[in-house]
C-alpha cells in the first residue's frame, strides 16, 4: 500500500491529505509544527479571508478553474465546512486604468474581461448608474467566502474520519519527514512538502525564492455589509488594499488590508489597522451603520504573512536524499482558491513516482 507522509497541515497539506486519503489502499500521516486552532505567525491559513477572487492571467488559470466547482458544491451541500456563497463587487478604480488594473497581489481580478466571467454563474459589469464617482467601472458576480477556523478544522476532520493520522513534529529536513510515516515502521514513498512559507528555512529546501507578503486584517462583528468587495487599489500607496468579505456562520467580517512584500512584521500597526476601518466603511458605510468607523465593533486585529515566491507556487517533484518529494508551496494570497487544483497536480505527480517505481519491482 503506497505510503505518504504530508508535511504541513495548512490549507494546501490538508488538501492534498484529504484527496490521498480518498484513494482507496493509500494510507496518510499528516506531519505539522501547527495545527488547525493554532494561531501563528508562521502559520498562514487561518489568518486568511478567505473568498474566491481569482487572481492569475488566463494561461495560469489552471489552479483556481479547478478549485471554483469544488468549493461551490462545499457551499451547497455542506454547510459544516463554513462555506457560503456571497456576492462580490470587484471595482476598478479610474487612477489605476494607467497600470491596467493589475496590482501586486493579482494580474487577472481586476482585468475588464476577466477569464473567469465564463466561470462563475452571474457575471454581470456594473452600469454607471450602480457605480462611484472615483470608479472607472466594477463588476458583480456570486462568489463564496470560507470561515477559516470551522473550514481547517472541517478538513482536518474529514481526513481523520479517513483513516489519516495527523501528528505534531517539527521536521529539520524534509526527507526526515518520511521517518514519521504511520503503517508498521514503513518509510514514506513520497513526502508532500506544503510547509508554505517556511520552505525558505526547511533542510533539503531552503528555498531562497520565498518571501513574505504581509497582510494585515481587522475581523470586525458587524455583518451588514451584503456584498463582499475588492477594490484595484486605494490612495495610500501600492500595499495598500481595501477589500471585505463576511465569513459563513458567524464568523464576522474581515476588512483588509495590506500586501507588504518582504515584510516579516508578526505585530498589527494601529495607524494601518485605523485606516484599513476607514477605507472599508468609506467603500460600504452601510457595515458600520453609517456610523463610520466607530459603528464598527472588532473582534481582533490579524497580521498574516501569505507565502509568496518570486516565480510563483512550486508543484514538482524531486529526489532528495533518497526521498521522493513532491513540492506544494508558494501560493501568495491565493491558497484557498487554488487548493483543490493545486492537490490535483499533486496527486497527478505521486501517481508518477507511484508508477515508476512500481515499474522497476
Ligand atoms: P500554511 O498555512 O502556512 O501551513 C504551513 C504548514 O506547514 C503549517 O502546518 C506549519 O506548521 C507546517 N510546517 C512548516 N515548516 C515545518 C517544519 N519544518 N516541520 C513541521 N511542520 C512545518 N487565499 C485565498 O485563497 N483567498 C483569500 O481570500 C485569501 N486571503 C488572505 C488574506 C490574508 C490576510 C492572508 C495572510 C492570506 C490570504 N490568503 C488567501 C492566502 C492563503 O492564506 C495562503 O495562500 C495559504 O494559507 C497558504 O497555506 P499553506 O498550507 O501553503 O501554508
Not at 514519521?180 to 529546501?205: M, Q, S
Amino acid at each position: 500500500m503506497p505510503n505518504f507522509v504530508v508535511l504541513g497541515a495548512g490549507v494546501s497539506g490538508l488538501t492534498c491529505a484529504l484527496q490521498l486519503a480518498k484513494q482507496e489502499g493509500n494510507v496518510v500521516t499528516v506531519v505539522a509544527k501547527h495545527m488547525p486552532g493554532d494561531y501563528d505567525i508562521e502559520y498562514t491559513s487561518p489568518w486568511a479571508g478567505a473568498n474566491f477572487l481569482p487572481m492569475a492571467l488566463e494561461a495560469g488559470s489552471r489552479y483556481e478553474r479547478r478549485t471554483w466547482p469544488e468549493l461551490k458544491r462545499l457551499a451547497a451541500e455542506v454547510p459544516e465546512a463554513g462555506i457560503h456563497f456571497q456576492k462580490v463587487h470587484v471595482m476598478r478604480c479610474k487612477k489605476d486604468e494607467p497600470t491596467g488594473f493589475r496590482l501586486a497581489l493579482s494580474d487577472g481580478l481586476f482585468a475588464p474581461d476577466p477569464w473567469y466571467k465564463a466561470v462563475v454563474d452571474d457575471y454581470r459589469e456594473l452600469p454607471a448608474s450602480e457605480l462611484p464617482a472615483h470608479m472607472h467601472s466594477g463588476a458583480e458576480w456570486t462568489s463564496v467566502c470560507i470561515n477559516t477556523t470551522m473550514y481547517l478544522c472541517w478538513l482536518a476532520g474529514q481526513c481523520a474520519a479517513r483513516g489519516v493520522v495527523l501528528k505534531r513534529a517539527v521536521v529539520g529536513h524534509v526527507a526526515e519527514a518520511a521517518g514519521l510515516a504511520e503503517g508498521g515502521g514503513r518509510r514514506a514513498d513520497v513526502v508532500i512538502n506544503a510547509t508554505g512559507l517556511l520552505a525558505c528555512r526547511l533542510g533539503g529546501v531552503m528555498d531562497a525564492a520565498v518571501y513574505p507578503a504581509r497582510g494585515q486584517t481587522v475581523l470586525v462583528r458587524n455583518e451588514n455589509a451584503n456584498t463582499m468587495y475588492a477594490a484595484s487599489g486605494t490612495d495610500h500607496g501600492a500595499d495598500q488594499l481595501c477589500y471585505t468579505m463576511t465569513r459563513a456562520a458567524g464568523g464576522g467580517t474581515i476588512l483588509g488590508g495590506t500586501y507588504e512584500k518582504g515584510n516579516w512584521d508578526p505585530n498589527p500597526d494601529p495607524n494601518t489597522a485605523v485606516a484599513i476601518m476607514k477605507r472599508a466603511v468609506e467603500a460600504q458605510p452601510q457595515l458600520a451603520g453609517g456610523r463610520g468607523i466607530e459603528g464598527l465593533d472588532v473582534i481582533r486585529h490579524g497580521v498574516g504573512l501569505r507565502p509568496a515566491r518570486e516565480g510563483g507556487v512550486r508543484i514538482e517533484k524531486e529526489l532528495i536524499n533518497g526521498v521522493w518529494v513532491v513540492h506544494n508551496y508558494g501560493h501568495a494570497g491565493w491558497g484557498y482558491q487554488g487548493s483543490y487544483g493545486c492537490a490535483e497536480h499533486v496527486l497527478e505527480l505521486v501517481d508518477e513516482i507511484v508508477a515508476n517505481t512500481k515499474s522497476k519491482l
